[in-house]
């Protein structure tokens, strides 16, 4: 079945430098979705990539979609402590009644002030 | 985007009993919710779809006469973990699809088991 797989697992930084978690799936997605979990909460919706080489910006945060639609990636420029938490990426398999959401492991990030 | 209602958020039982956990969505009628349980520092496993009106579809793995879902309304999914041990303990999420272009998943606050 459809893997969806999530580098690295873990990630201490600085507060100010940057971050960045890379996503690859197995096979090519129709869309990629990001999420964020503070610790001790539970994942929230962040954006959605639908086309290739597609590239949105909230922020601080860049997201991009490879041309392959296999691969996604996550930048945060100059981490703040309110960034702390897990980020996952998440492809669609099946369509209709079928549909549901691959998680990848996520990305652990934590940020030192 | 969605608001998605889970009931209760942290709740504590014997081994042998069973739980339920409510799962509501409050902003629009949903025919498909999920279920997911993640481990601490572990990522998001799916364990079932849960389908108005019909019966759950299960994960492979998933015991389907452990974790019973119920899906009686278009806002209301409950998972009732029955005899349930301490290997049960886990945080437990439900979802729902917004049905837009490309189903977001809007999740809800989640609800913490532990069995002692």
């Known amino acids: 079945g459809q893997q969806v797989m999530q580098i690295p697992q873990y990630q201490h930084v600085q507060e100010g430098e940057d971050f960045t978690t890379y996503c690859n799936s197995s096979t090519t997605l129709s869309n990629i979705q990001w999420y964020k979990q503070r610790p001790g909460g539970h994942p929230v919706f962040l954006i959605q990539?639908?086309?290739?080489?597609e590239v949105k910006k909230q922020k601080r945060l860049t997201f991009q979609f490879g041309e392959a639609k296999k691969n996604s990636s996550l930048h945060i420029t100059a981490t703040q402590t309110t960034d702390v938490g897990t980020y996952f990426c998440a492809g669609p398999v099946g369509g209709g009644s079928n549909y549901k959401l691959t998680f990848g492991k996520g990305t652990l990030l934590t940020v030192n002030p | 985007g969605a608001v998605v209602s889970q009931h209760p958020s942290w709740v504590i039982c014997k081994s042998g009993t069973s739980v339920k956990i409510e799962c509501r969505s409050l902003?629009?009628?949903?025919?498909?919710m999920f279920w997911y349980r993640q481990f601490p520092k572990k990522s998001l496993m799916l364990m079932a779809t849960?389908?108005?009106?019909?019966?759950?579809?299960?994960e492979q793995g998933v015991e389907k006469d452990k974790f019973l879902i119920n899906h009686a309304s278009l806002t209301l999914s409950t998972l009732t973990v029955t005899s349930a041990h301490p290997e049960d303990s886990s945080f437990y999420i439900c979802?729902?699809?917004?049905?837009?272009?490309?189903?977001?998943?809007?999740f809800g606050e989640g609800s913490w088991l532990t069995v002692v």
């Open positions: 979802s729902v699809s917004s049905g837009l272009a490309g189903n977001t998943i809007y």
């Open positions: 849960s389908n108005e009106g019909s019966k759950a579809t299960y």
């Open positions: 990539l639908v086309k290739s080489g």
């Open positions: 902003d629009f009628q949903a025919t498909t």
